[in-house]
T-cell receptor
Framework: SQTIHQWPATLVQPVGSPLSLECTVEGTSNPNLYWYRQAAGRGLQLLFYSVGIGQISSEVPQNLSASRPQDRQFILSSKKLLLSDSGFYLC?????????????FGPGTRLTVL | KQEVTQIPAALSVPEGENLVLNCSFTDSAIYNLQWFRQDPGKGLTSLLLIQSSQREQTSGRLNASLDKSSGRSTLYIAASQPGDSATYLCAVVAGFNKFYFGSGTKLNVKP
């Protein structure tokens, strides 16, 4: 069965510090991978998605970047965090088969920037 | 651009009641519609997925319907239980693997 991991689970970082969040998927090959941010009491904002190694699409101009160094690894980074980067970061994966495309989420990382 | 709306934003019902959550979307050119549940501080759990060629899907006490032409989906929960308390989100899938989410309905089932 497929499993998705995210770490760390929680993170408190000072403004201006770097960030690296990691997501890995097990039990599937060539998944589509996604990074979302969920602000308190709000919906999900798609940040990045990737359909393959090294292929990253950015949805919203921001202080963040993403990389996919391996098929089942997706990394979210920042060189200098802003207060507005605080939120709940969710990684997800999907595999498309024809018109069927179901998405599965990781447990999330709670980021607080102080 | 696809926009997804969920009504109501919050709902409180007594245990045992049947209830309906609504999801509407602006562009009917979708591949799938997926319903999720999110518990506080947790990730999203997939509940049901309806492909664009389907009208409904059922899992246990949950039934989801899809009317593409009118841009609507409903999630029906039968005989609600306190353990059903969570936020329910719908998402539509449109071209190039992009998922568009509603802002969710926060459900509270009172014992």
């Amino acid at each position: 069965s497929q499993t998705i991991h995210q770490w760390p689970a929680t993170l408190v970082q000072p403004v201006g510090s770097p960030l690296s969040l990691e997501c890995t998927v097990e039990g599937t090959s060539n998944p589509n991978l996604y990074w979302y941010r969920q602000a308190a009491g709000r919906g999900l904002q798609l940040l990045f998605y990737s359909v393959g190694i090294g292929q990253i699409s950015s949805e919203v101009p921001q202080n963040l970047s993403a990389s996919r160094p391996q098929d089942r690894q997706f990394i979210l980074s920042s060189k200098k965090l802003l207060l507005s980067d605080s939120g709940f970061y969710l990684c997800a994966w999907s595999v498309q088969a024809g018109s069927y495309n179901e998405q599965f989420f990781g447990p999330g990382t709670r980021l607080t920037v102080l | 651009k696809q926009e997804v709306t969920q009504i109501p934003a919050a709902l409180s019902v007594p245990e045992g009641e049947n209830l309906v959550l609504n999801c509407s979307f602006t562009d009917s050119a979708i591949y799938n519609l997926q319903w999720f549940r999110q518990d506080p501080g947790k990730g999203l759990t997939s509940l049901l997925l309806i492909q664009s060629s389907q009208r409904e899907q059922t899992s246990g006490r949950l039934n989801a319907s899809l009317d593409k032409s009118s841009g609507r989906s409903t999630l029906y929960i039968a005989a609600s239980q306190p353990g059903d308390s969570a936020t329910y989100l719908c998402a539509v899938v449109a071209g190039f693997n992009k998922f568009y989410f509603g802002s969710g309905t926060k459900l509270n089932v009172k014992p």
